[in-house]
């Protein structure tokens, strides 16, 4: 897969049903989230990670966070409630056109498109939060590392970083399917089996993973939180960051 494919599908799903592409919960398929507490969901994770900031040591600037993979928007706008201007970038403009018609920001959040394997549009040193949530699970491992080293890039000297990824599946019958079988065979029994409008890769993300793509950069990770709050059939975890 590449950030081309990415795109379609991501595109696909945004177009169809978007919400549920965003943060899958089986009963809200179909346009059945409601939108309230789709963005309440977002607000209580996004005011959890801020209040675990300080108690880590950690205490950013409130000036600029960036949300990579934004979707549409549901951590953007909360993100808005902690600082002055969200950058908020996704794959599929499909998403970003959701997004627009429900923020309520006040044109506090920028909607960026960015179909390009790094974030070259953001200058270093210049983001004081990044925060990424249920996104680089679903890129091939290659880039999500490289965008994990981008975010330790644009993080601002004082800055902080909250990335969450999936670690490894759960022995449901699901996770036993992502573990072992090759993606065509799950990107083929997502879209005929499950009748997804697009697949969605799954890929683990270890420690060693997240170190290694930090390692040569000023950014160490501070902390790494089981979260398995999301559920379904992959084990998480959030990681913080800071220079």
């Known amino acids: 897969m590449n950030i081309a494919e990415l795109a379609r599908d991501w595109t696909r799903l945004g177009e169809q049903d978007p919400l549920w592409a965003v943060y899958v919960a089986p009963e809200t398929r179909g346009g059945r989230w409601d939108v309230e507490e789709f963005l309440a969901v977002g607000r209580r994770e996004v005011d959890a990670a801020f209040a675990q900031l300080p108690r880590l040591g950690l205490h950013p600037g409130r000036r600029l966070a960036l949300d990579f993979g934004c979707g549409v928007g549901r951590l953007s706008a909360a993100l808005a409630g902690h600082v ?6 996704d794959v599929a403009e499909s998403m970003l056109q959701v997004a627009r018609r429900m923020d309520r920001t006040g044109g506090r959040v920028r909607y960026v ?8 549009f953001v200058p270093s040193a210049s983001v004081d939060v990044v925060y990424s949530s249920l996104v680089l699970q679903h890129l091939p491992p290659v880039l999500a590392r490289g965008y994990l080293r981008e975010f330790a890039r644009v993080l601002a000297p004082d800055g902080a ?11 449901s019958v699901k996770g036993l399917v992502f ?3 090759p993606w065509p065979l799950v990107r083929w029994g ?3 089996l499950l009748g997804y409008p697009a697949p969605m890769r799954m890929s683990a993300t270890r420690r060693s993973d997240v170190e290694g793509a930090l390692a040569g950069t000023p950014v160490r990770v501070v902390a790494a939180q089981p979260d398995d709050s999301y559920g379904g059939h992959w084990h998480y975890v959030r990681y913080f960051l800071g220079r």
């Open 113 to 120: 498109l960015n179909r390009s394997e790094d974030l070259s």
């Open 179 to 181: 573990r072992w079988a």
């Open 84 to 89: 002055d201007r969200v950058l908020a970038v």
């Open 190 to 192: 997502q879209r005929r």
């Open 161 to 171: 970083a909250v990335v969450q990824v999936a670690s490894r599946p759960t022995l």
